[in-house]
């Protein structure tokens, strides 16, 4: 026997249907329990077997069941499996202060020909560079948008004529099922399975504020057709109200889209082992049933209180279209945030802003400001969307016009600088700068207290060509070329190094805010740090067994500092190429003068030998 079940306030009637295997159909009207429509069947049903939903009568719209695990021609598919063996491996189960994250996208990671992997652009792809991933020392990996989604696009690009395709995935249409080309249920396992072998854990980017149905009103294939009062934002006048930017906005506090929600959780945590779930457009998830910003949201009550997902790790991304609620959802639960206070602080620091100086600092220290723990904090200075790190040190403009929408698309303001020239050039002053800022902006991302989380393919420092909304470029402008990694092994190498040093230096530190005894502020002069609106120096000694003394000179002029009376062993100085850095070996570092030169827009990390 098998029972079907789905929700409906709104239907006066519902048909299940299923289609056999060998090419018959049988049609069966569900019984209503109040807004639960069921039926019964009492034969055994063949495995392959497809089926859908009819909702009043409408044949022209089979629907898909918002819970099916499978599918197939757009229906639900059943499909009996031997469970998977998951070998005893289990996860590492880090605390979250002790992650490394990599923002990675499943298709893109390994899609390039250079990839050389069997199955280029898949789950089973990322697995055969894991050795990447350990080489490069993260402990987690954030995919991007796994769940199926709906690629269309309909817009081409301009240049080659050819048709665009949504190559991020932020579109969900079915929660429970892993994008086709991306691999079967299996293959994900199989995926999470070998990452935990290898002590890396697996975060999920999920996207709860809306779906790939969009707003036409004839357009169904689930939870419209079923019943789009309950699962939609619609105002007065029957439309969809949108705070995704997408065209619609889940109704994530209605009991019934709440249970929906907790459920998805509860399978890609529970049944397909993921270790946290990072939460796409994150303020949604906040609004009322007009819209409204809930003072006690209960969707997040609901997650608190669940204890299947104690132990999961949640991230959320505080924003939305209309509102930016930075630091609050850590009060909500055991919430961290994507941080974008961190993220544009340093941008504007490094390219030599004034008067952010106290705002630097703060963001280095867990941004305490905004966060009662470092661990709050996801600290990032790129991600998906966006310039990559050589493009936020190469472009002013962004170059978005092969993106379909005659470069109106993509931030404006991305807080990045040139040099003197826009784009790439062959003048080497400006090309050794570039690199130089690159160097800082790595440095400050493992050297801050919080959450790092490093973009894929900013190891080797990819370019986008100045495109920073690549959402629909499904070419090498998104791919991880590893011909390019292979070009770049200083860059990559200098990443790894900067990593191993953080896990084994600062571990301690990053697991709480550092106090006034655990951390002294300088300036050019020890014990005379300058807070003032024209200072673009910062400097500070980190107090350790072995004490790090990082200091960052954001301006065009040399500054001559002075350092603390200690011995200092210097591990980086930024103005010179990545292979001259000691992170690994930090005793090699030549012993520092007491007073020295720090070059313009240059950072210098020693440390305290005994």
Known sequence: MMHFSVYSSTAKTIILGLF???????????????????????????????????????KDRWLIDPYAKKMLNGKGLIKYEKPFDW????????????????????????????????????????????PHLKKLGITAVELMPVFYFNGTVERTNPETKQPLFNYWGYNPIHFFIPMEYYGTEEEFKFMVRELHRNQIEVILDVV???????????????????????YYLINKDGNYLDYSGCGNTFHCNHPIVQKFILDVLHYWHQEMHVDGFRFD??????????????????????????PDLQGVKLIIEPWDTQINQQGLFPKLGKWSEWNAFFRDM??????????????????????????????????????????????????????????????????????????????????????????????????????????????????YGHTQKGNNNSTVQDNEISWFLWDELEKNQNIFQFVSNLIAFRTKNLFIYIQKTLTNNEI???????????????????????????????????????????????????????????????????????????????????????????
């Open 87 to 130: 070998q005893g491996v289990n996860s590492p189960n880090y605390s979250i202060g002790e992650l490394i994250i990599y923002e990675l996208h499943v298709k893109g990671f390994t899609k390039h020909p250079s990839s050389h992997v069997k199955n280029p652009g898949t789950f089973s792809g990322v697995v055969e560079k894991i």
């Open 346 to 459: 340093v941008r504007d620091f490094v390219r030599g802003e004034k008067g952010i100086v106290d705002h630097y600092a703060n963001v280095l220290t867990g941004s305490k400001s905004k966060f009662d723990s470092p661990q709050q904090s996801i600290n990032f200075i790129t991600c998906h969307d966006g310039f990559t790190l050589h493009d936020l040190v190469t472009y002013l403009q962004k170059r978005n016009q092969n993106n379909g929408y005659n470069n109106t698309d993509g931030a404006n303001d991305n807080k990045s600088a040139n040099y003197g020239v826009e784009g790439e050039t062959n003048d080497q002053y400006i090309n050794d700068l570039r690199a130089r800022q690159i160097r800082n902006f790595l440095c400050i991302l493992f050297l801050a207290e919080g959450v790092p989380m490093l973009c894929m393919r900013d190891e």
């Open 520 to 610: 002294e502020w300088h300036g050019k002069e020890v014990s005379k740090p300058d807070w003032s609106s024209n200072s673009q120096f910062v400097a500070f000694v980190i107090k350790l067994k072995n004490s790090i003394y990082v200091a960052h000179n954001a301006s065009k002029e040399q500054v001559t500092v002075h350092l603390p009376a200690r011995k200092w062993n210097l591990l980086v100085n930024t103005s010179l190429p990545y292979e001259q850095n000691h992170l690994t070996f930090p005793e090699q570092g030549e012993v520092l003068k007491q007073t020295f030169d720090l070059p313009p827009y240059t950072m210098l990390i020693a440390q305290e030998l005994s």
């Open 20 to 58: 056999f295997p060998d090419g018959t159909r049988k049609e069966l009207p569900m019984k209503r329990v109040g807004n639960d429509w069921h039926a019964e069947i009492n034969e055994e049903i063949p495995d392959g077997t497809l089926y859908a939903y009819v909702c009043d009568d409408r």
């Open 208 to 230: 709860f504020n809306h779906t790939g149905e969009g707003n036409d009103k004839n357009f169904a294939l689930s939870f419209k057709g079923f019943d789009a009062p309950t």
């Open 281 to 306: 457009i994150g303020s949604v998830l906040t609004r009322g049933d007009n819209g409204e910003i809930l003072k006690d949201p209960p969707i997040f009550k609901r997650i608190a209180e669940d």
